[in-house]
């Protein structure tokens, strides 16, 4: 019985250990990000979900919300908050929505078919939880941090593209491609790599 405590203590250990390395790693990549050509300046691509999503598919769905909240919690000490953390809240609940229903289809039977599903899901439940969090909390509330309305943001947007005009087609022409396409990339990293780093996640 002591045995099999000591066992099961010692791979919480490690699995707490590598929640945090992951978490680490995705709060430095999260550091650097860069604009897109089709969506405005204040949405910017970075690939932090990678570490997350490679948790997530390794370690577990919870996990993968663990390292997610990890990362966020770094980023919060390293850069500070503009929003009295209801951006990086919301940063947290746009990440969940994509490596934790990836992680939980995969969870349930390994194979490539279900890693490829997983992430077809996630990449959707990112784009469609990101409607209603960029339309009724995140833009809202950087409208009143930058003391700006938010058709300041719209026409950020409409220099960009001009079918944009105001925040439902901000939301339509910007926020769901952005979305759409950082689940493409992400997902198509994990896919290459995941294999390879998967022996060192199980260690």
């Known amino acids: 019985m002591k045995n099999e405590i000591s066992v099961r203590e010692r791979g919480n250990a490690k699995t707490v250990a590598k929640i945090g390395v992951l978490g680490a790693i995705a709060a430095v990549l999260m550091l650097f990000e860069f604009p897109l050509w089709f969506a405005p300046a204040f949405y910017q691509l970075d690939f ?108 950020m947007g409409n220099a960009i593209n001009p079918a944009i005009t105001d925040l439902k087609t901000l939301i339509l022409f910007a926020v769901v491609p952005f979305n759409l396409f950082k689940g493409i990339v992400i997902s198509s990293i994990v896919v290459l790599i995941y294999k390879r780093i998967s022996p060192i996640l199980h260690r």
């Not at 990678?50 to 997530?56: A, K, R």
């Not at 959707?124 to 938010?150: D, R, T, W």
């Open 48 to 155: 932090s979900e990678v570490p997350v999503l490679l948790g997530s598919f390794a370690l577990g769905p919870a996990a993968g919300a663990a390292i997610e909240l990890v990362k966020i919690l770094i980023n919060f000490v390293l850069k500070g908050t503009i929003t009295g953390g209801v951006g990086e809240l919301g940063n947290f609940a746009v990440g969940c929505a994509f490596v934790v229903p990836a992680g939980y289809i995969y969870k349930r039977n390994k194979s490539i078919k279900t890693a490829i599903i997983g992430l077809v899901v996630g990449t959707l439940s990112l784009a469609i939880i990101g409607i209603f969090l960029n339309y009724y909390l995140l833009i809202p509330v950087y409208a009143k941090v930058f003391g700006a309305p938010i058709q300041a943001f719209v026409d």
